[in-house]
């Protein structure tokens, strides 16, 4: 785990000492969109995405090139589960576009002076040869929408529903999304018990909600729920234990357990998840939660079990 400065890579682990303990997430440095007036056109062959299968953020990225029909137009490459002293790394062969071995060089190869971390998921631009964008919410929004005819499917953020779709994302970035590895990355009591507390309300409310809505916005799957999906698939797994998220499972939530099946298994979706990584990457990289670096065994949860919730999509 470590941070480029000015270019170059040193190996430390987050500060929370200077923020009481609490884990605070830095804004992300890329931010193009694609489109015929940003210098980066839509075309089929011209962007290659870097993600991990065990990143929740990276997660939502392959579930939309996949539910776009992007597959064929975007390349992917995949980390090693593990990210210790050299950050995320790439097994040989598994970075045709650039030959690297760490992320940071895709980070240095865009900014030869880049201060930051070295996060997934990066959309690169091979004409370019720069990052478009690192930053998970903004890149599923260009594959659903600004790759004109070369994508297909359903769309996940239709205009008339952006403000329901933003008002559920702000409250679930925070307490969910966030608020797994605010309770994970604590070092302080008080601030992992705050990130519990806002944890578990958001699950309790979430799954009221539910109860007589079969998506957050009704019959159709959106944005918010893709958002949602990546981090409650990872709940039992990791977050439940090795986060310390311990007041409930998943599965102890009949609407979130069914919900959080009924997209999984949306055809394609399974394709995208791989929990052997999702377990190697959280239980064997995070060695101040976990020294020893083992991996639990179980949990043993059946997401291909039958749902009562059908998906419907927007046009
Ligand atoms: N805001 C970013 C966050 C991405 C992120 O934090 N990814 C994690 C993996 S789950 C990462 O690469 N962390 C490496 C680090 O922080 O050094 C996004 O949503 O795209």
């Known amino acids: 785990m470590g941070l480029l400065v000015d270019g170059r890579w040193q190996d430390k682990w987050y500060d929370t000492a200077s923020q009481n303990g609490r884990f605070v997430r830095p804004p992300t440095q890329f931010r193009h969109r694609i489109g015929t007036d940003t210098g980066f056109p839509a075309e ?76 997934v998921p990066v959309l690169w631009d091979k004409m370019r040869r720069t990052i478009v964008n690192n930053e998970s919410s903004e890149i599923i929004r260009i594959f659903d929408a600004d790759f004109g005819s070369l994508a297909t499917g359903p769309t996940f953020r239709p205009k008339d529903r952006e403000a329901e779709i933003d008002a559920w994302n702000d409250e679930i970035y925070d ?60 709940f039992d797994a990791v977050y439940h234990g090795h986060f310390k998220c311990n007041r409930a499972r998943l599965i102890d939530f009949p609407e979130l357990w069914d919900y959080t099946r009924a997209l999984y298994r949306i055809p394609v979706v399974a394709d995208t998840v791989r929990f052997d990584h999702i377990k190697q990457h959280y239980y064997g990289s995070h060695r101040t939660i976990n020294p020893t670096g083992i991996v639990p065994l179980g949990p043993v949860v059946d997401f291909n079990h039958p749902t009562r919730r059908t998906p419907a999509f927007f046009d």
């Open 44 to 119: 089929a062959g011209r962007y290659h995405l870097y993600v991990s299968y065990a990143c929740p953020w990276a997660h939502r990225t392959l579930i939309y090139r996949e539910l776009k029909g992007l597959r064929s137009a975007i390349g992917v490459s995949v980390v090693a589960p593990l990210m210790l002293e050299n950050g995320w790394e790439l097994a040989d062969g598994a970075d045709p576009v650039n030959d690297a071995a760490f992320l940071w060089e895709i980070y240095t190869k865009a900014d030869p002076t880049y201060s930051g971390r070295v996060t």
């Open 175 to 234: 307490s969910v999304n966030n608020g797994v590895y605010r309770a994970g990355f604590a070092t302080t009591q008080a601030a992992y018990e705050e990130a519990y507390g806002t944890l578990f309300a958001t699950l309790d409310k979430l799954e009221r909600h539910l109860r007589d809505h079969a998506f957050l916005l009704g019959d159709q799957v959106s944005e918010a729920d893709w958002r949602l999906f990546t981090t409650l698939l990872r």
